[in-house]
């Protein structure tokens, strides 16, 4: 559709097929603590053809890996669409917006712009945070950048950067006063997508969409529903406690712990969880977690045919 292709603001094919009403699977994945691009593709060439488009952290937990930037650069350059997140954490708004004009010239077309974890929680707890922008001020640099071509000095950048501009959302069950006003803030700021906090509630999720139906927000962005194998009942019972807006239900730890390979029932949950998005109004896709590595997502995929 002539119309729809010009509206595009990235040359993505992650954007295109969420324009084009597609359910999208997209993955994540940790940047290596090696300088080879053989120790990156190591860790997610195997995702090539599976998924639409692969995460790559920046500095997850305040630990330093390879630059993300580097690592989006060569799972682009191998056939792997890169979606490249920035915290506030690392860099002030020179860098920063030094970073927007460099991620499409390197095939990096979308981007996704995150608060990022406290420097407290990392292993150099003794280095110093920037937070020159907020998560916000990620966006709306990201978005005037693209949309005016110039820099917020007014210099002008020709060409703008294209950009497909993601944030972070936590799904919930909406209480009766509930307002999305945070979302509406982050669209508001530049936001075209959302990725979200893991959900393990189907009925959850549905009544979550129809809210932010209610509202409107679904015809202005795209909402991709974050999703992950449960490796074990313990680490589901570990992410209940310590993961701000995850709820796996206790009928389905139960079944995990019931199960006789736990991590292979995890998958099957994953699957079925994946199928039950599709059918759900608004969710355009499922983003898949797998704090236990890559490789799980690439099992999840093998044995669900997700494909």
């Known amino acids: 559709n002539g119309e729809a292709m010009t509206a595009l603001k990235s040359d993505g094919r ?15 994945m940790t940047p290596p603590d090696a300088a080879s691009a053989d120790a990156v593709l190591a860790k997610a060439g195997a ?24 690592a989006a650069a060569i799972l682009a350059r191998h056939g792997i669409e890169p979606i490249l997140q920035f915290t506030v954490r690392d860099r ?10 460099g991620a499409p010239a390197l095939g990096i077309p979308s981007i996704l712009c995150l ?28 978005r005037n950048m693209r949309d005016t071509g110039a ?33 509406l803030g982050k669209i508001e700021a530049g936001a075209d997508f959302f990725q979200t906090q893991f959900v393990y509630d189907l009925a959850m999720v549905r009544r979550y969409m129809a809210r932010l139906a209610e509202f409107g927000v ?3 962005a795209f909402f991709i529903m974050g999703v992950g194998p449960l490796g074990s009942a313990k680490s589901a019972r570990w992410m209940n406690a310590n993961l701000f807006g995850v709820h796996v239900p206790e009928a389905t730890i139960a079944r995990i712990e019931g199960a006789e390979d736990q991590a292979k029932e995890g998958r099957q949950i994953c699957a079925e969880i994946i199928a039950g998005l599709r059918e759900i109004k608004g969710a ?6 797998a704090p236990q590595g890559e ?13």
Do not use: W
């Not at 952290?57 to 890996?65: E, I, L, N, P, S």
């Not at 020709?158 to 944030?167: K, N, Q, V, Y």
């Not at 355009?284 to 977690?289: E, N, P």
């Open 14 to 28: 992650l954007e295109a097929k969420l324009r084009a009403g597609e359910f999208v699977l997209t993955a994540e």
């Open 47 to 70: 995702l090539k053809g599976l998924v639409d488009a692969c995460n790559v952290t920046d500095g997850a937990g305040a630990k330093v890996h390879m630059a993300p930037m580097a």
């Open 92 to 101: 002030n708004r020179l860098a920063i917006q030094a970073d927007y004009i």
């Open 115 to 142: 608060h990022g974890d406290g420097i407290e929680k990392g292993d150099q707890p003794e280095a110093k945070p920037v937070g020159d922008l907020d998560s916000r001020g990620l966006l709306s640099t990201a």
């Open 151 to 183: 820099f917020p000095s007014g210099r002008k950048i020709d060409p703008a950067p294209r950009l497909f501009i993601g944030a972070a959302d936590s799904p919930q069950d909406p209480k009766p006063d509930f307002e999305p006003k945070g979302i």
């Open 218 to 220: 679904l015809e202005k």
């Open 284 to 289: 355009g896709g499922a983003h898949i977690m």
């Open 295 to 307: 490789q799980a997502i690439v099992k999840l995929f093998e044995e669900h045919r997700l494909r």
